[in-house]
């Protein structure tokens, strides 16, 4: 899990190994992840971007950015919060994923919106 606050906004995430979109003998092992968005400042703010570095166990790391999450920019005011799902996929039973969501306030000024790494790791992989 992880749990991270940049001016305000609260990034929240739980991953979990989805074997049923995995390929494990074909070296292929899927993640699902849980994101919740809070907005716990004083001022709303819209998710512009994303950047993702996705590190698998060999430490290849491959890097994602793009517009929104899930199609979306959500816009937050303060006490909202968004969620959505998504997965990634690596070619290692375990690994990590970090990254930042751009934020745009309402007077232009951005900030990025840090998300620590999290464990991306199949059920006994490390045993």
Avoid: C
Avoid at 37 to 65: Q, Y
């Amino acid at each position: 899990m992880s749990n991270t606050i940049t001016e305000g906004i609260r990034v929240q995430v739980k991953a979990t190994f989805w074997p049923e979109r995995s390929n494990v003998e074909g070296g292929q092992w899927a993640f699902s992840y849980a994101i919740t968005i809070s907005n716990e400042g004083s001022a709303p703010a819209t998710l512009r971007t994303r950047h993702w570095l996705i590190t698998d166990a060999t430490g290849s790391v491959e890097e994602v950015r793009g517009p929104g999450v899930v199609g979306k920019q959500p816009r937050l005011e303060p006490g909202e919060r968004f969620e959505y799902q998504s997965w990634a996929m690596l070619k290692t039973p375990f690994g990590s994923m970090r990254g930042s969501y751009q934020m745009e306030r309402e007077d232009k000024t951005v900030f990025d919106a840090r998300i620590s790494e999290f464990a991306l790791t199949q059920p006994n992989a490390l045993n």
